[in-house]
């Protein structure tokens, strides 16, 4: 408020705070608006997607981010990305399965209330992976429950309790992408369904899935893109971080 | 063989015997093979397509197949078509759901081993009811198992032991077509899934459906063309046909 | 407990025990556990989807439900099957707009936090009204915030404040999808993008929305299907539940 | 039933049983259900699907299966993955054209029937090889026909006689995908299309081959996948084996 | 010539003949060039396209034509469109099948050598029919072999020296649409392929048979568009004309 | 005739006659019938596509043919391929462009009537002259014009001399496919389109110029799968032998 | 600048100074900067789509539009539209072939330069004329030139000089959409293809022509959606009032 | 004329005359019209397409059109081309992310009025700069705006001043390619959208986008094709030229 101080003072002529607040209304919409997303994702501000960055590229922004920042997370890299990063930042952990580096300068406590992962088969991994570990550094407990696709149905009615005790449910397949549905009729939670490109032949890159599961005969059932576990971890974060209060 | 004779008795030349034999192979060929066919579908060689044809056209086919055989079975009618048909054969069986017509002289006594026809949701019994109605004038006990979605699968489990004890499944699912996969890990016998055309959005005709079925992880399943519901009804006669040992 | 009484008395055989339990998990997998997603929908287990069902299909159908519950929810009507519902339910509510009829017997308190329900163009009330006519049925305040197309941001923009500070945001887009990313850039709330089938040309009924709102590059945004507007009413609906701590 | 013994004896509480039974049905469900499925399957109750897999994973895999089992087959791999199970497994013998991995530890006798395999063109030996190696380990003779495309309709009528005498056939072909149509036309039993993505142009990876299947103007007539010899393969198997009085 | 005379004889100015042939080419190349094309299509050279355009349009555009032409050829037509033309020319010839009106002021000898138009089911005969009107009106004798889907391949067979002793054959289908790539291995003739919209499911208004004729594995094949039997006639025509040394 | 004349002899039964006949239909029929097709392509009864066979087999075949016939044509083959063949076949000649191998015994006489290969740019080269040398190695005199795109009209009207003078026309194009068209309007004669996957983005390999040339408003023209100069050359070959009264 | 004033006053506090202005800038951000919109469509901001709208809410919309502006235009409407319009607005004038409506109060001298609307066949006069008739009430002197595909290229040639000397040229086709590719080689003005549904077969709703005006190789070419004849009139008018210096 | 004046001084015929005009006119028209072009493109006649050219090849070419021309362009290049142009053209600029090469003898000065070229996100660069380095090569100012996705409103905002004072405005978007309908309705200036194939999942390389910008609500907005940054920067530089009104 110094601006109108100065004005009131006669230090400045009112042509200038015109001036001053005719440029600030974007950036202040900036901040003042979209700043509010930062009361969820708090110290990761950006998230490097690393798929055609080079090593030199990923490693620089994120020794920036983290310069900043307390928390990390980069997304679709390899191994060759993972010893840029570390080489600069020996902490950062590097996420094989899920093609992720994350870290954390102190660890958050996780907000109440878990997110399960589902996967149908082990080919499904990578996604699933890239799922939890994106919920995990946004301040969530993670349940993995692997390999319960529906043509063992038994599998996945096994681990109904722990998914039907969850606060917010991802579910990813590949394949026919049945899982979510089968999922939908037994637990009355929000599911985030996630098609993967795992298949061959007629499956067109995860068309199959991401078709079935868009016309799911189960309730409250959402999907995200082909094999994006990241934007899948990033939403259900979001939700539980509202049934956590957290959210204005 | 009196060809032949003929030939011997000097009464028609060599070459009047290589030309009739010349000209034979094809029609013997056709009669000879393609007849073969009939030892499965006896009494109706031939199944009217109702859908595009006049109420005449298909009463009339309809008569000239009768004349010839025991059995009678019109697929893709309507209301019109039947009362066409049910003018001149009284005792012909309209099957509304189904949009199919039936007539059989004397009723057969069903083969061995009961052919269960599923379908996921009540808009998808139009389609099942064309397979258990094909597969009933075929000679088959059929067992109807309907409105056993994915998405309540307390139902789908109420009925698996009915389900586990036919001899082949036909399994019928629109929307997201997850029904076929969920049962084929539950049974060890051949499941024929049946795509509908049932949803809307992204189903895209029923093509949602058949890909999901395509892609099914599910062993044992093989697809028929959306709606196909006669198909499905065939196939799995001639599977229970086989295994009651009927075909050679 | 009593069978086993029974069988410790010697009134029943080890073997009747063992064949109840065996009978049993099903049924009791089926009751006790997909029942627990009445705490969401309670007094409406099961909504009508009109579409394809004649008006005494829909009315009978209705009746029944009402004989039981005390919410009720039908989507996808017109005129007609209003007609017939209101001649036996007269305090049955038709949302014209949104092609539903609603009914409750005695009006819940709506939960606290609202859920807004944003539309782009004028065309895409239909969904965007059965998404809001869904969710308040389910107990929700619903705000609507329509005709706020990306190609009048100002539009948007006045309305930024009462989208902020909302639960759950339903942005509902035909044509070219582009609202529910604009939006994701400008709130931190959960997101349900709904595409429409409104457009024309390369619009491929809806196929142009569904493919811009699966690739958008805002976060914590996911989708349901072409114009399924109820989809998104109740999985926000569940979030919101969620939050207000009713889900367990 | 020790359990109820135990119970009937008051070494154990009601509670206890109770919550055993309660516990187990889902495993029950799974075992006692599922494993019906091991009649067909006896001795491989996994199969190994190579592709995307490094030659250790499938190695190690391979060598669980076999001390559990008498049977093993592992699809989609190459040379490399050959080379890593045989140096373990001395015995196991490399399909080159299948692109299988088999090992018997001693051979079964093959049930009665045999299973056609018949092939397009040479381009299609891949997958009618996989087709028909499973459903030789599988425990079925099979009888290879190959290179009988229709554009050479004199071929495929030269070994009309083996085709007409197996129990069922498996039509593998490219391209157009005329072949299965054309066979439906002169035999009486099951028939399981394949098409493969052998062609180039507007075949789209097999898809102008999918399509020609499903539409496909023969009866009796089901589908599986693109390329899917392994899917072709257990269903034939399957149906065999049901035929043969295996399956109940 | 005269406009050189003219200007020799000094009446106009050289800049005028300039003028006149830099106008000219244009024109010229118009009608000398592509002139030559009614070489071909004398007497018709302008074939009306009656669908979409009304009754009244189709009978006046007729009448012009006539007056100026010997022959006529109108296609895409319904009933009432033939009874618009018969109206004002009462010879004109409504082929219903065809769903042409053709008119011949004095029928001309047809060229030597025949078109066989080859159709797989009923159902594609008014597409095979317009290619059989259109051929016939160009000038060429027609056979006509209809019913010989490649399900029934005895009935292709005994029809087999009529199709090969003519000097083109178009071939018709729908579904799978087989029939061409079966008849290109049995004859040397050039074969132009017709898909139809014949068909449902995964047929996708006929492009399965589209895509199946693209991909044939005959050679000397072909193809139109889908339910192009005009295209297929006029092309065949051209062929034929050719052959018959008709076109320089 | 000797087998009657054995029969008539008394030295062989009758119904020995019988089963011979039965045996030979499908035999003679292959022989009889197809052979026919030779007249066209005598010398190279069957052409050798590289693509997926390694040199060794490509070498194999190729040998094998020569000892037999008098032409030779390997498609689809890169420089290794034709090294493998020459070293066995110094006189083969490698056409680089056209990805082809030719080897003439003794070079035909070609006749007469020229087939004319147009091109739209430079990237189209390769399918063009596949289509060249396929039409060559027939028995043809072949007009290549390239570089005629409909962008550049001036280049394409400055060669329509000889495009109007050929018997018939191959008209190859990627990117929009227009040029058959244009060509349709300014000749009589037949016309061969032959679209290429050149192109890119929305080209989806070669289906932009597919579908260009399918819906394409010239009449005369038919079409060939994406890329396919083979099947283009060997189509306008059988034209042009029809028109030399070669084909009976 | 009264609010700064009313502050230094002391009459209002700071902090509403600072709401003020905070919740200004985005009303400000539409007015003051969307508004420039209106330079190149003053009097008309808003153009009504009258498909899938009633008579009445056309009539009504109109009605308020004109009593703001001086100009309307309505697109997509029908007869009953029309007359429903006028009945209020007698001297709004129907499109017939346009299918639009527009009116005047005082018509605006056209600014200089033309824009050339060129249409491939009779069927696609409907998108041109909305093209044209958008084009002049948007106050541009339109040319028409009709009739002009390229299979009769010496129609197209023989308006080339009007076609060059034209502004803007909107290229409107159906089929095969090989229009605006021709017309790119032959002149240098900005050129809007606009591809119809116009066609039948594997033309798929406009999808070739929309293909192939994307992939032309034609430069200076842009594409708008299939049928979108308003949206390229809008287009051309806005670059034609660029070109006159209008626009800032 | 001197042709007219032999003619008239009799050392040649009035045929040798015709003759000459009639080979004449195509030629003619050829170079006088098409010529026309030149008037835009001045100095750079052809733009060498490098993708799938070998260096050797880009480089001769490259050194003919310098030869004759001021300017050059080269795109779709990778730095093995660059160094074999550069190698023979020292001067010759390669631009790394727009994977282009330019040269100019003497710099032009650019004409009045800026393109400015936006871009959504980094990974969009390659395609923004390719029409950047386009646009400028043939002469005109270009402000290069990026970063500006719909997701970050504010920064799009930010720089809007600059967006709306240009010219011409090219908008570079991949994932949704949501930026250009945003843009549009901000400014009132000819907008080009160029959709990218950036993304994953359903993105179909691009479809998304493409589809996306095609259905856009916004007004005047054109579209080119997938990654063609070439071709919207010609065609932004013709409206330009327009606008300075260099074009005729």
Request: proline share 4%.
């Amino acid at each position: 408020m110094t601006l109108l101080e100065e004005f009131r003072a006669g230090r400045i002529s009112g042509e200038k705070v015109l001036h001053a607040f005719q440029a600030a209304p974007v950036a202040d919409l900036g901040f003042a608006r979209v700043d509010l997303h930062r009361s969820l994702r708090k110290g990761f501000p950006e998230v490097i997607f690393g798929e055609g960055k080079t090593c030199e590229q990923v490693a620089e922004i994120a020794m920036k981010i983290v310069q900043r920042d307390h928390r990390l997370l980069v997304t679709r890299i390899d191994a060759e990305h993972a010893r840029a990063v570390r080489k600069k930042l020996p902490k950062a952990v590097h996420h094989q399965t899920a093609r992720c580096i994350t870290f954390e300068k102190n660890p958050l406590r996780p907000r109440p209330g878990t997110i399960a992962v589902l996967a149908a088969g082990t080919s499904d991994l990578p996604v699933a992976e890239e799922a939890a570990v994106t919920a995990q550094i946004m301040g969530n407990k993670v349940e993995r429950i692997y390999d319960i696709g529906v043509a063992g149905l038994h599998r996945l009615l096994n681990r109904l309790e722990a998914i039907q005790s969850a606060h917010v449910i991802i579910a990813v397949a590949g394949m026919e992408g049945a899982l979510p549905s089968v999922v939908a009729g037994l637990v009355n939670k929000p599911i985030i369904a996630v098609p993967t490109s795992v298949g061959y032949g007629a499956n067109f890159g995860g068309l199959a899935a991401l078709l079935a599961m868009l016309n799911s005969c189960g309730s409250g059932l959402t999907v995200v893109n082909i094999n994006n576990g990241f934007g899948a971890g990033y939403a259900a974060s979001q939700i539980n971080a509202l049934a956590a209060g957290e959210l204005k």
